[in-house]
């Protein structure tokens, strides 16, 4: 079992449609992750969050939207996505973001989004 | 910048035996942190076993080895008695030491097949 939690596993939307991405962890971490992976691909990063603040935004475009309600759960809202934004998007936490080696990444199983 | 290499798009192995996988980095930091990680079709991101460049000695977990060189950048993975359940991508994963991110460098990924 994952202990980084996301939600819908499978999510199909249409350019015009406003979804979530929904990512919970109970570990007690203070670092969350968006990566996004096509098939084939090393994930990419896209946000990091840290103490609840975003702290980097890898040139994202702003249809993507993270938001970071409380140090559990990580989301990201999508809105007027195109074809090419289909991809697996994985969630991922880490005790602290600025320590050393003891605090690897977990990550969630991904929620696989196709946009049409 | 930091890239990270791994020039076995896709390995094969025979279950019970030996296989190792290759990734070189290139980097002009003294200290970083490396990792494999592991990506089954259930496609959670698994970490596999970490290494401390600062530590000559080697990481083990169980029947996963690395072989680390330092000063030729390497830094492979070595499966022993391989198992069905091995059967997965792997991604080697390059980490500087501190700062302000705790952003991992992903390779290529190598996708290994066990066969019975």
């Known amino acids: 079992d994952t202990e980084v939690t996301q939600t819908p596993k499978h999510l199909v939307m249409g350019m015009t449609n406003k979804k979530s991405l929904k990512c919970e962890q109970h570990m007690g971490h203070r670092a969350m992750y968006w990566y996004k992976q096509k098939a084939k691909k090393p994930p990419e990063l896209m946000f990091v969050y840290s103490y609840e603040k975003l702290s980097i935004n890898e040139s994202v475009p702003s249809r993507f939207s993270p938001e970071c309600p409380n140090s559990s759960l990580l989301n990201l809202h999508l809105h007027a996505l195109q074809p090419e934004d289909s991809a697996l998007y994985l969630c991922?936490?880490?005790?602290?973001?600025?320590?050393?080696?003891?605090?690897?990444?977990?990550f969630g199983n991904g929620t696989r989004l196709t946009v049409t | 910048a930091q890239t990270v290499t791994q020039s076995q798009p896709e390995m094969s192995v025979q279950e019970a035996e030996t296989v190792t996988l290759s990734c070189t980095y290139d980097?002009?930091?003294?200290?970083?942190?490396l990792f494999w990680y592991k990506q089954p079709p259930s496609r959670q991101m698994i970490l596999v076993i970490r290494?401390?460049?600062?530590?000559?000695q080697n990481a083990t977990e169980n029947r996963f080895s690395v072989n680390f060189q330092k000063a030729a950048k390497s830094f492979s993975l070595k499966i022993s008695d391989s198992q069905l359940g091995d059967a997965a991508m792997y991604f080697c994963?390059?980490?500087?030491?501190?700062?302000?991110?705790?952003?991992?460098?992903f390779g290529t990924g190598t996708l290994l097949a066990v066969q019975p």
């Open positions: 994963a390059y980490r500087s030491p501190g700062g302000a991110t705790n952003k991992l460098i």
């Open positions: 290494q401390e460049a600062y530590k000559q």
């Open positions: 991922a936490s880490s005790s602290r973001l600025l320590q050393g080696l003891n605090s690897p990444l977990h």
């Open positions: 980097t002009s930091e003294s200290d970083y942190y």
